[in-house]
């Protein structure tokens, strides 16, 4: 999850770090994009006895996902299937939102 937070603040830097190369460009969206998958990764295999976890680093993921894409979108890199992906994780938040709110209802009674 540590290297995911890296990626996200500066992908340039790991990479720099790991293979030492320097990247620019669609590689620093990519990955920052990365970045973001590892910190969901890493809330859905956090340690502990709440077996909420996994949803939480979907929700994470997408969520950031969706934002994250949407911003590369609107500073001019959409491809043909930016938006459809976009669109695609907002309906996964949606639905892991509602799954959220039904397991807390669910306890309740």
Known sequence: MGT????LASPAIVVSLLFGVEISGISLVLGRFGGICLVGLGLACWPGHDNRWPLYGMLTYTLLAMIYLAVVGLSGYAGVLLWPAVVAHA???ILLFRARFREERARTI
């Open 91 to 93: 309906i996964l938040a």
């Open 4 to 7: 995911g937070l890296l990626l």
